[in-house]
């Protein structure tokens, strides 16, 4: 073997290691699919990573797009296995959401835009990160979650 040969399979092999590191990073607890919504440039079923750490806004972004909810607009928040009832805006769920044995956890938003039309939207996250997060958006946002079921708030407090 040629040492152009081996020092190409060594940047390779390291190559292939860093992208290994980068997706494996990527797939944390903090990633979040929007199942549904009111957001127009957005297709439904859309993973991507929210941001609480802006002390203004919540911020959805993924390869697809994103979308800004500034927690002063926020006017309700659900969290369940289902997807929230009371947001006033029609909100399609996927079938896949709908028929999934699969468990999953749905934080519902519902905030006025900046017209102060209603909007909403579901967001899946993952069944380690709502404590964190709806913590962090009832602290900003000044609302309280409503939890569909006993069991959907002890799993979030218990």
């Known amino acids: 073997m ?6 190409r399979r060594v940047w390779l092999t390291g190559a292939l290691l ?20 009111t957001v127009a440039n957005l297709p439904e079923a859309t993973a991507g990573g929210m941001d609480i750490k802006d002390p203004q806004k919540l911020i959805f972004s993924s390869e697809k797009g ?8 926020i006017k309700t928040l659900e969290y369940g296995q289902k997807a929230g009832r009371r947001v006033g805006v ?11 044995k699969k468990r999953k956890h749905f934080l519902t938003i519902g905030y006025d835009d900046a017209e102060d039309a ?18 962090v958006i009832e602290a900003r946002s ?17």
């Not at 040629?2 to 020092?7: G, I, P, R, Y």
């Not at 979650?145 to 069991?151: I, L, M, P, R, T």
């Open 2 to 7: 040629s040492a152009t040969n081996s020092t």
């Open 18 to 37: 860093a992208g290994c590191a980068t997706l494996v990073a990527k797939v944390t607890g903090e990633e979040v699919m929007y199942v549904g919504g």
């Open 66 to 73: 994103g979308f800004e909810i500034p927690y002063a607009s």
């Open 90 to 100: 029609a909100i399609v769920i996927t079938v896949w959401a709908l028929f999934s």
């Open 118 to 135: 209603p909007q909403g939207v579901v967001l899946e996250i993952a069944k380690g990160r709502a404590k964190t997060f709806i913590t």
């Open 142 to 158: 000044g609302k309280k979650v409503e939890y569909e079921s006993a069991e959907a708030k002890n799993h979030v407090h218990g």
